[in-house]
């Protein structure tokens, strides 16, 4: 009897070979084990080139790292996602995490865990958990690609992107995982450039500048906010979030023309931007001189 897969559209084989690992478990699709059944499917192959690669790891920049190599870990990991394929997730996490109380620093544990949470769309979660995986293993192509899809899901593209590249650089070319990945690349940089007229990279440095500013104006640090999502648009001019969150900061300092130009610069650039015509009727109705109070 088989199932579809959602990820790739094939057909999903119900029988299992019990001598399979954990990272034989599709841990983004249909939480079913893969096997050569799986065909096309980029998690398959993307399991054969994580086991070479633990057999030979490549050296890192630094030369040093330690990966913990533990056959009855992995059966343990594989065992809790076996839990959560049949819906019993919180059964899943309580045995991952008396695994990890035990194995604090296995890559398989930590990568089970945000396996686990991105199952439950927990995707802020499941990304803490790939990193972690990744500092003890840097080359674990499966976390990094799997961690790019979680930022998808949080419709971070900047660091979608990112983690696209890991997976791209540490995984081999002809891998469907690494195609996957290396065709979003490529989407992207003719989608920005496109619509907002740049390079990936430079995008990329852009929204940069677009995250410190933000987490500045998250404090209330208006001025330095401002700042920063200067030098955003000063990459990427077309960047309409940019535009539109110095037209707030200019009116929580008191200057309704400045915010008013950069609110209609943003509604210039995307006219459906909601937040920057409901900012542009709040910023109407102040006074110059006068800064809004409230967000």
């Known amino acids: 009897m088989t199932s579809m897969c959602p990820l790739c559209g094939k057909r999903k084989a119900q029988r299992h070979c019990a001598r399979q690992d954990m990272t034989d478990i599709c841990a983004l699709c249909c939480v079913a084990r893969r096997e050569v059944t799986c065909g096309a499917c980029a998690y ?57 109380r035990e194995h604090p620093r296995n890559h398989i544990v930590c990568y089970g865990l945000g396996a686990l949470h991105a199952i439950e769309g927990a995707h802020k979660e499941a990304i803490q958990w790939f990193d972690k995986a990744i500092a003890i293993f840097p080359y674990f192509v499966e976390a990094h690609f799997n961690k790019a899809v979680a930022y998808r899901k949080q419709f971070d593209v900047g660091n979608a992107i990112r983690a696209y590249r890991k997976a791209v650089e540490f995984g081999k070319r002809a891998d469907p995982m690494v195609e996957q990945a290396q065709s979003f690349l490529d989407s992207m940089t003719k989608t ?41 648009v000063a990459l990427t001019e077309r960047h309409a979030p940019s535009h539109g969150n110095m037209g707030l900061c200019y009116a929580k ?20 931007y909601e937040l920057a015509m409901a900012n542009r009727v709040v910023v109407e109705r102040m006074e110059e001189g006068r800064p809004i109070v409230g967000r």
């Not at 690669?53 to 330690?66: E, K, M, Q, S, W």
């Not at 870990?73 to 019993?88: C, F, H, I, P, S």
């Not at 300092?253 to 459906?272: C, S």
């Open 44 to 100: 398959y192959t993307t399991v054969q080139q994580y086991r070479a690669v633990r057999r030979t790891p490549a050296a890192p920049p630094d030369g040093h790292y330690i990966v913990e190599i533990n056959p009855e870990v992995e059966r343990a990991v594989n065992g809790a996602m076996e839990l959560a394929q049949k819906g019993k997730t919180n059964q899943a996490l309580t045995s991952m995490n008396g695994l990890l």
């Open 192 to 232: 920005i450039r496109r619509h907002e007229g740049v390079d990936l990279d430079t995008y990329l440095k852009a929204m940069t500048e677009f995250d410190d500013a933000f987490a500045l104006m998250e404090k209330g640090n208006w001025l330095r906010a401002l700042e920063g999502f200067r030098l955003c």
């Open 253 to 272: 300092l008191g200057h309704k023309a400045k915010a008013l130009a950069e609110l209609d610069r943003a509604l210039e650039i995307d006219p459906r």
